[in-house]
């Protein structure tokens, strides 16, 4: 195993080091102005306004400082992105341990809907990448060791617990573009679709659509449940994953 396959790169592994042991600030002389605390929560502020404008010159500008003086903290924008999204899933909390297995799936998926919804930026981050960091790999473990109460095979606890989190995140994603669109045009969703309204009279037809038509006749696009469709969806997740467990 070369050196590289056993540690990464330098700069992957300076990452680490900046999620696990951030530098301490000094003990002796002046206090600095800065921390990377500080920078880090300068970082979510922005985003919190707009994740596109997040950079190191605005976050800078957010602290007063000169963007060059950033850069003793963090090496760039991306991977003070890496350090906000860890910080972010810090804020979820860990179900009861002593409650059934789908209670507490049910727990880390709300978790993660409050978290996405308390910090819209977070649609920006990558779920196929996530950051090693400690307070993702602590929630992460925690939703491992629930659906392993299953008693599924190892891949398939895996695969589940990724569904879980993956299912909560599209769904965190579309609502938050919904609103932000929204906010950004004036324009609501029901605003949307009643400029458009005579669509249903030039183009849509029983022929071309019978289905739609027969489900719409049938009261099958009435909304009772506005915002609900993501917990549908969940409940349908652990009912499969239910039977899985049951089967095995």
Not at 206 to 231: H, I, K, S
């Amino acid at each position: 195993m070369t050196e590289q396959e056993q540690w990464g790169t330098p700069e992957g592994q300076a990452m680490i080091e900046l999620l696990w042991d951030p530098p301490p600030p000094p003990r002796r002389g002046p206090r600095q102005r800065l921390t990377l605390d500080r920078v880090v929560e300068a970082g979510m502020a922005v985003a919190a306004r707009s994740v596109d404008e997040l950079s190191m010159r605005k976050v800078a500008q957010e602290l007063g400082v000169g963007a060059m003086s950033l850069y003793t903290y963090v090496p760039g924008r991306d991977e003070l992105f890496e350090l906000m999204v860890d910080r972010a899933w810090a804020t979820r909390t860990l179900p009861d341990a002593g409650l059934p297995w789908r209670a507490q799936a049910e727990s880390h998926a709300h978790e993660a809907w409050r978290m996405y919804r308390e910090h819209p930026w977070m649609i920006s981050s990558n779920l196929w990448r996530m950051p090693l960091g400690p307070h993702v790999l602590d929630v992460q473990e925690d939703l491992y060791r629930a659906v392993l109460l299953t008693g599924l095979a190892p891949a398939t606890v895996v695969r589940s617990a990724g569904l879980i989190e993956s299912h909560v995140f599209g769904a965190a994603r579309a609502a938050i573009t919904d609103t932000s669109q929204a906010s950004r045009t004036g324009v609501t969703q029901d605003d949307y679709y009643s400029a458009r309204a005579g669509f249903w009279g030039t183009h849509f037809s029983e022929e071309r659509f019978p289905t739609m038509l027969t489900l719409w006749n049938a009261g099958g696009f009435d909304d009772e449940n506005p915002g609900g469709d993501w917990e549908f969806g969940l409940g349908l997740l652990l009912d499969g994953i239910e039977r899985l467990a049951a089967e095995a």
